[in-house]
């Protein structure tokens, strides 16, 4: 048996995900949002994958048809991961989206053998602080000053590990 599909249909799908996932960027970085073209650049490394959540839309038009909520941008080479982003739309956030996230990422990583995720959060981001905390994340180093804006105060930069038995 052979399946054929419409490429057009499948690059459709793949530009509308990776737009919205650009408009979530710009939401949750305002300052420092990754541009669609910068995502699409990304994803042609080998190295680099990403995981989607859709809110599912039963209305007609079918699984096509779901709206992006949430994303993980990471990479993965030899055993050592790290999280580039992560984000979930402001109107889906405090609803465990990124929990879901972490819970599919962890057992991604642990099947692919991964020991250890890394990733990097402004040391401000409280609501982010906790929920990596919740993760099983550690400090690991503080990058003084890293985050800087015009008229705003610097902020550190927190490494955090999460370390996979």
């Known amino acids: 048996m052979y399946v054929i599909s419409d490429l057009r249909e499948k690059l ?37 994958r990403m995981l989607v959540v859709y809110e599912e839309n039963n209305k007609k038009g079918g699984a096509d048809n779901n709206k992006v909520i949430g994303y993980c941008l990471y990479q993965v080479i030899f055993e050592q991961a790290e999280i580039l982003r992560i984000g979930t739309h402001p109107d889906y956030q405090r609803q465990s989206i990124a929990s879901q996230l972490f819970a599919t990422l962890n057992n991604e990583l642990i099947n692919n053998k991964v020991e250890s995720l890394l990733l990097e959060v402004r040391a401000d981001n409280a609501p982010a602080l906790a929920l990596y905390e919740q993760q099983a994340f550690a400090v690991i180093h503080t990058r003084k000053n890293y985050y800087q804006l015009p008229h705003q105060p610097s902020v550190d930069a927190l490494i955090l590990q999460r370390v996979y038995d």
């Open 12 to 48: 459709a799908k793949f530009e509308s995900t990776i737009e919205a996932i650009a408009t979530i960027e710009s939401m949750v970085q305002p300052h420092d949002a990754w541009t669609y073209q910068a995502l699409v650049e990304l994803l042609k490394q080998d190295s680099i």
